[in-house]
């Protein structure tokens, strides 16, 4: 079943989850469809429990899920839910005396792509997506940060996934990596549900068609990346001086400060606000919705 | 998921681990030292197959200590390389993979098979006696699946790189220690060490009893395959399965250990004791140049390499004595051995004892040359044993006693300061083609203290040991096994001297000044002065018992021989004969 325009992949309603006296998740509802969802917030928030249980691998306490109609709590719907998926956990730690196409190949199996032909093509096609083919030989261990990581991103799309789950896709990755991965994520074969979580918001803004905040395992914030700045329109603010009742004030390259903040004074210049601003100006407030 | 693809996955993988398994450093490391154990226990042993193959399991365990560490690295792979959750989210569940980690270790069979094969390569080039038991050759290779599916087990529990060390060591310590074991529990460690095998004629039902481990290693096998899936498999009805089949191994491996717990009937017992007593009654005899050759049945290859020896030493006779030679193999039978003679009882013990002491084999022989199963090696160690067959028959020749066999060891008589010493050990030198330097490695050392000394009346002279020279060995156990052949006469350092300098002269002459006086020779009271006068040399110099002594040890003033006074048995002087 492929994932239509409109069609609701994936649909999550009052998931908690909870690691001793921690509260990871919060009731968090989510409605994810076709294209990029971006997962913002700061570390701690609850991304990688959020990922981690629309991945299928990680047990909610509460709530329920549903993945292209089908529930993991389930059995036999949950290997179909991970027939259509792949997954790039946060901290992944390799087999590191693996070659890079044999730990391919080897994931490809636990895919379920038995067919010798059928594998050997689809190591050599996410190999090439990922500008991995050089490596192909070469032992997992002598690969830099970097190159695992596009490696990680590599196993996710074996199989042509419907669903991609790529917890900080973009950590180690290097400027010009970074704009790659954009590129591979912006013209992925097939057009997949994508959720990547991520501690940058330019690259929420570069790539993703949604966006959801989490704040303290609340989903604070959900909708498109514009709605996300928009929040924060006459709420930054650029002076001469530093003011001091703002959030989060820094120079910038023109010898002017720039302000995110809940009071523009009198006087000073309001500029165009970011999704950056946006994510800010909504980390320093109880709640906008 | 449907079963087929289920299984398709799992033997995909399998395959994927097996030629991982298979070029695995720790694997190919392991072969190598079990093939380099192997070698080093039946190279020099005589190749009886029902020996070898248990020797060759030596090499197994080597070698199902590494693939145990192996398998443990790699079923434990995926946690401790922080992959779990990416392995989680695959299709495949983890039963399937730890069914592919099960199904993998064929690949650690080859390893095995190579060890079986190459030792019995080794074996058959030369001259392996009897047949390989298919249980006990089957049985190593299944301790290698055992050892690799029990490192599976503990990776489900213990991921850590180093989890595996621990019990690949208490494997290797059940090895090692299974003959410290009381009676049966021997044989229900991995891998056992019959220490007896090597000096009985053919395999005895139950010493060690092989089908039944090959069960209880299966069973095993079994156990720990299915521990190692019970931690994987969560639905209820597979694990219901699961403990069925575990119920069913564990009766395996349980009824697979009571029976070898069970006591070796005492009908085969008592036929070996018969054999061991008698040995005249279980061989295969013919006659060449008047002596018989008495063999076991399947030992007739060996007929060759004793004769020749003896030939030599007939063809350089000028005469012969009145009494005729047999030459027999015997049986090196302990019935102190726990693993043998557990359960049975004391009566019938008592009664196995007395008849071994009292047995023909044991009666003084002045025309009888003994040779133990197990001690007539091919290989480096023929020469030593052919030396010893020629001396013994050289000794028979000149009236020595050729060899005594013993249930415990005894002081066997000294041929002190007499000729015949040195003719006898002439002649095996001229008969054989043992090495120089190997003929005097057996001068004792200088500082080899009171043991390399014989006593005889109050006198003290050094003692030389031959080639071949039948020995016992004493099992960690402490009991006395192996060859319980003593040698007729302790050998005197002079008269290897004397012997060693006759060979510098041509053996025409001194053949000639043998047959010359040939009953002079044979005679006891004739001395080794007598015998240099008669050839025109020298008497050579001998070390002194003084030499002997130990550094710091207390000296006897009395005689000023070294060593403390109740250091030395004294031994009987060589008086049979002319």
Known sequence: MTVNAG???????????????????????????????????????????????????????????????????????????????????????????????????YVAVLKEITDRRRRTEEVARVLAVT?????????????????????????????????????????????????????????????????????????????????????????????????LAATATGHVWTAGQRDQRAHLSWRGADNRWRHTGDHPPTGAETVVPTVEDGYLLLSHRPSVR | MKPARGLRVALILARFEALLLIRNLLVLAGMLAGGALIWSYIQPGEPLWWNAAWQIGYGQVVLAMSVLIAAQLAAGRARRDAMTDLYDSFPVPAGTRVTAHLIALAGAAPASLVLIGGSAAVLVSRGAIGAPSAAVVAGGLVLVIAAGAAGIALAQRFAHPLAGAPAALALIALFTQSGQFPGGLAWLSPWTVPAQLQFLPGPLAGYPPAPAHLAELAGITALAGITALMTAVARPWRRIRLVTAGALAAAVTCAAGAIQLAPIPAADLNHLVGEAADPSSAKQCTTASTVRYCLYPDFSPLLPALRAPVSAVLARLPARPAHGLTVMQATGLSLQDPALTHDQAAARLATWNARLASGPVFAPSASTIYVTVGTTSSGPRLADTQFYVALATAEWALGLPPNARSPSPESPCVPLDQAREAIAIWLATQATHVPAAELAAGLPAPDSGPKSLVEVGGTRAVAWDFPGMPSYKVSPEGFVFGDPTSPGARLTAAGYLLAKAMTSLPAAKVTGVLDGAWGTWRNWHTTDARLAAALGMPMPSVPAPTDMAPPGSPRDPGNGVSGTADSVEPSPLCTIGP
Request: proline share 6%; net charge positive.
């Open chain 1, 131 to 227: 500008s991995l083919e050089h490596l192909a030989g070469k032992r997992i261990r002598t690969l830099s940060g970097g190159m695992r990581q596009r490696l990680g991103i590599a196993q996710a799309l074996l199989g042509g996934p419907e669903l991609l789950i790529l917890d900080e896709p973009a950590a180690g990755l290097d400027p010009e990596q970074r704009l790659r991965l954009r590129e591979l994520l912006s013209n992925m074969p097939g057009d997949p549900v994508i959720v990547m979580s991520t501690h940058q918001p330019d690259d929420v803004a570069a790539v993703c068609q949604r966006v959801v905040v989490l704040l303290h395992g609340q989903a604070r914030f959900t909708g498109t990346p514009a709605e």
């Open chain 1, 7 to 105: 069609t609701v992949a994936v649909r999550a309603e009052g998931l908690s989850r909870r690691y001793g006296s921690v509260r990871a998740l919060r009731e968090v509802d989510l409605t994810l469809g076709r294209g990029i969802t971006g997962v913002l917030g700061p570390n701690g928030a609850g991304k990688t429990t959020l990922l981690s249980v629309l991945a299928t691998v990680g047990k909610p306490d509460a709530g329920r899920v549903r993945v292209f109609g089908l529930d993991p709590g389930d059995r036999a719907e949950r290997v179909e839910i991970r027939r259509r998926l792949g997954y790039l956990p946060q901290e992944l730690g390799y087999h590191r005396h693996f070659t890079v196409a044999a730990f391919l190949d």
